[in-house]
């Protein structure tokens, strides 16, 4: 059972030396009680508590790792309902299915254009995390074959879908000293699947119609020794689909073993695209840990793999890039020097401009924590010391001879100043939009 603040209040020093982060060890206490900090912030707990508040201490739902031969796809440790709580911790893998009743060209271009699938977003690299191959056909060489010629082509980590052990062995025997997942038991077959699951080290999906049927599955199935589970709250509708993750997940965040599992959402909508995009937008942002949809397409991938980022971003983590000097489309002595912050998506939106536009110029990246131009400026970030500090750090003034420097608009109201501190410098006041730079660039500063 979970115990409350003041009950791991008890085991802890209380001596108040703050070096977990927190002014008290109660306040400690406290988050450690909602899950928000880890029991490794106190270096001094004891052995004894340890123990004792390892039930605390474990995530409310279990880590599972899917291994390919390249590759891993984690999901679950998930401690918080919403984002804004904490953050959430691990991208729902995105996987692409086969059918093992398809061609073997249209499988194998599908898994060629699926695995090489990388695409740059403000300086991560997108791309999905590994294929699910359904045995529809019933015949175990048959999955076998496919599963051997999908592994010719790629690493990535594998589900393989289907109902009977026997048939899904097959596919298992080209999966040595791989971690798969195996999607999936039920009522009917769980006893089966579980040793299977168990003698050859895989995670095994439970699909279930109701969260009783979820719950009562992963105890027996855990009994026989597996511990890596997912649930797969099988649904037809996307309110129900919805309505399930979502109890499975308070109920899992209220230490309910049972459903502790990551879970798993399959996006079939019979060639339906938008209706399949719905689907597994809605199973990233709640809850699934892993998203099986059946049609490749880039235009279908990418928006799906942007908001998987949007949401499992640390919102109390800027994401920056490094302040530096960046050189855009080889710029020389007469090119003009461009200022912005280090939010990473401030400086891609900048780059990207300018460099679509072939126009070179330098860009002068400063260190505001983080922040885009308008907050780090509101929060005196991104001023004229600052800027001309970061001009001075980086040898900006050996790079140039003509010595124009372009503030971003919204701050215009800092040109006096930064004339000030950059007595050499011409001081120009660039657009608000980044979309503008080209135009202003090529009226204004030729
Ligand atoms: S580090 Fe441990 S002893 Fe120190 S304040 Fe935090 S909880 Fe208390």
Redesign the pocket.
């Known amino acids: 059972m979970a115990l409350s603040g003041i009950q791991i209040y008890k085991m802890?020093?209380?001596?108040?030396?703050?070096?977990?982060?927190?002014?008290?060890?109660l306040?400690?206490?406290m988050k450690l009680a909602a899950k928000q900090a880890e029991l490794d912030?106190?270096?001094?707990?004891t052995e004894e508590s340890k123990a004792a508040l390892a039930e605390s201490a474990t995530p409310p739902i279990r880590l599972v790792t899917l291994k390919g031969k390249a590759g891993e796809a984690k999901a679950g440790n998930e401690v918080v309902l919403f984002r804004h709580e904490k953050t959430f911790y691990n991208r729902p893998g995105v996987f692409i299915r086969v059918l093992d009743t398809e061609d073997d060209e249209v499988i194998e271009n599908k898994v060629r254009t699926g695995s090489s699938y990388s695409v740059d977003y403000v300086g991560m690299e997108l791309r999905i995390d590994g294929f699910a191959v359904e045995a529809a056909s019933g015949d175990r060489t048959r999955l076998a074959t496919v599963v051997e010629a999908l592994r010719a082509s790629t690493g990535l980590p594998l589900i393989l879908v289907g109902s009977d052990p026997a048939v899904l062995s097959g596919g298992l025997d080209k999966l040595e000293g791989e971690a798969p997942l195996i999607m999936g038991a039920d009522t009917s077959n769980w006893e089966a699947m579980a040793d299977l699951a168990a003698g050859r080290g895989a995670a095994l999906g439970i699909r279930g119609g109701s969260i009783e049927e979820l719950a009562q599955l992963s105890e027996k199935i855990k009994e026989k020794g597996v511990e890596d589970l997912v649930l797969y709250p099988a649904v037809d509708s996307m309110s129900a689909s919805l309505a399930l993750n979502t109890q499975i997940r308070r109920l899992a965040l209220k230490n309910f073993r049972p459903l502790g599992y990551p879970t798993i959402a399959f996006a079939a909508a019979s060639g339906d695209q938008g209706r399949e995009s719905l689907m597994a937008a809605q199973a990233i942002c709640k809850y699934a840990g892993f998203v099986v949809i059946d049609t490749f397409a880039p235009e279908l991938i990418y928006p799906l793999l942007v908001l998987r980022e949007n949401i499992f971003t640390d919102p109390q983590k800027p994401i920056q890039v490094l302040p530096a000097l960046y050189e855009i489309n080889s710029p020389g002595r007469s090119d003009p020097v461009l200022v912005t912050t280090n939010f990473s998506i401030t400086y891609f939106s900048v780059a990207n401009e300018v460099e679509g536009a072939g126009l070179p110029a330098w860009l002068l990246v400063t260190d505001a924590e983080g922040m885009s131009v308008l907050t780090a400026w509101a929060a005196g970030k991104f001023d004229a010391e600052s800027i001309a500090k970061a001009v001075k750090q980086f040898g900006v003034a050996d790079k140039v001879d003509q010595k124009w420097i372009v503030l971003p608009g919204h701050t215009a109201v800092l040109s006096g100043e930064l004339e000030e501190e950059l007595p050499d410098w011409v001081i120009k006041v660039g657009p608000r939009e980044a979309v503008d730079l080209p135009g202003y660039m090529r009226q204004v500063l030729n």
Do not use: S
Not at 12 to 25: I, M, R, S
């Open positions: 802890l020093p209380q001596t108040n030396c703050k070096e977990c982060g927190f002014a008290t060890c306040a400690f206490a912030g106190c270096p001094y707990v």
